[in-house]
């Protein structure tokens, strides 16, 4: 079971993963890593969570990410 802390290195995607709260802590409300992304990473695929809200905070660089219908370009912040 993943805990506080803990680092999911997905090293051949150019991906790292620190979870900062998880489900069991929150009593189920929420889920949050901080996801640290390599340059021209692909990121995670396009999806969708039928129950559940995703957010993103950019704090470095910027981020292409899909949303609705459109690509977008975050900026950090």
């Known amino acids: ?3 506080l802390g803990d680092i999911l290195d997905f090293g ?3 991906m ?3 979870i900062k709260k998880t489900a ?3 009593d189920g409300r929420l889920f949050e890593v901080e996801m640290e992304l390599g340059p021209r990473t ?6 969708t969570h039928l129950q ?3 957010t993103f905070e950019v704090l470095q660089g910027q981020f292409d ?3 609705r219908d ?3 370009t975050l900026g950090e912040g």
């Open 12 to 14: 051949p995607l150019g």
């Open 1 to 3: 079971m993943l805990k």
């Open 42 to 47: 692909g990121g995670t695929p396009v999806h």
């Open 65 to 67: 990410l899909f949303v």
């Open 70 to 72: 459109a690509w977008r």
């Open 52 to 54: 559940a809200v995703e």
């Open 16 to 18: 790292k993963m620190t």
């Open 24 to 26: 069991a802590e929150t």
